[in-house]
């Protein structure tokens, strides 16, 4: 007798080239699955449409599916949000990092490797767009505190003075790992960053059961070398999920549309109701109260040059 086929619904765990793993969550019971045949999502030109996070319709011959006998994806519910990001030689293509998200933990550090800020205001957009919260993760503050104080405080004063959170953490010391511990409980985070900021060292840091990679910077280069190679979700012991990334080393925008980049910098977005006309591009108009915002500085000159330049760049694309 051929086994009849039942549809469910799971969350995808892992996801390697044409397999993925499944879980029931907040179950965790790990299965695999494959697609059928080519899904596409409407209306996407992403690379991955299927991401992890997803949660999908599958069929399975067994309540128990085997590597041999794996479960068939046959659809994915509709994202209540994600983070994406261009691919990097493919200017009309995207890649899906991961969807349906409580948080986003960006992770960066002041140096080695240095932060760079256009870089990490291009993900704050993409999260905004994307309807994901985002927190900075500012690790190995063990070696900055006191070397780096100058640039510690003006960091600070950019991003919290745009209304974003700050977690100073080290994975070497322990030190804030129990306040982002509990940021990570009873919800599902994604933690991403380029390649040497003591991602994986910090996962591990909150939970050393997770089995993770961690590799060492190259000093040749400043730069972290890859140990992630999969996007992956782990439980946490303390409860919760993390979604661990490879490190990324370019993130360009998707689907935003020049005039539309300003409304995802809330600190611009705030000060535009004082713009003499609308809409504003914020560069040439007479009367824009975001320029005039930039020149007594409570807007940062940094966060508007990393505008600039998404502007300048996204009009190149089109």
């Known amino acids: 007798m051929i086994p009849m086929q039942t549809e469910k619904t799971a969350t995808v ?146 991003y919290e003075g745009a209304g974003y959170r700050i977690i100073e953490v080290s994975a070497l010391t322990g030190e804030g790992v129990d306040v ?31 089995e993770l990679k961690i590799g060492e910077i190259s000093e040749a280069h400043l730069q972290g070398r890859h140990t992630t190679t999969f996007y992956e979700m782990f439980p946490l012991s303390g409860g919760g999920f993390i979604v661990d990334t490879p490190g990324i080393r370019g993130f360009g925008l998707v689907d935003v549309a020049p005039e539309e980049i300003a409304l995802y910098f809330p600190e611009m977005l705030a000060a535009s109701a004082g713009c003499r006309f609308t809409p504003c591009t914020h560069t040439h108009e007479p009367g824009c109260a975001v320029k005039a915002a930039v020149e007594e500085g409570s807007i940062s000159y940094e966060r508007y040059s990393s505008y600039l330049g998404m502007l300048d760049e996204e009009r190149k694309y089109r």
């Open 13 to 158: 765990v892992k996801h390697t080239g044409s397999h993925y793993l499944l879980s029931r969550l907040p179950e965790w019971n790990l299965f695999p699955a494959v697609l059928r045949g080519r899904i596409r999502l409407k209306g996407s030109t992403s690379t991955n449409p299927v991401a992890v996070g997803d949660r999908v319709v599958y069929e399975a011959s067994s309540d128990c599916p085997t590597a041999e006998n794996p479960a068939v994806i046959i659809s994915v519910l509709d994202r209540r949000n994600y983070v994406i990001r261009r691919s990097a030689n493919l200017s009309r293509q995207s890649h899906v990092i991961a969807a349906n998200m409580d948080q986003a933990f960006i992770v960066v550090t002041l140096d080695f490797p240095e932060v760079k800020l256009p870089f990490l205001d291009r993900i704050l957009v993409t999260c905004e767009v994307y309807n994901v919260r985002p927190v900075i993760v500012l690790n190995k503050i063990d070696l900055f505190r006191d070397a780096y104080r100058e640039q510690l405080e003006a960091f600070h004063r950019i």
């Open 180 to 210: 982002l511990m509990d940021a990570c409980r009873d919800r599902i985070s994604l933690f991403s960053g380029v390649s040497g900021v003591g991602k994986s060292s910090l996962i591990k840091a909150m939970d050393p059961s997770v």
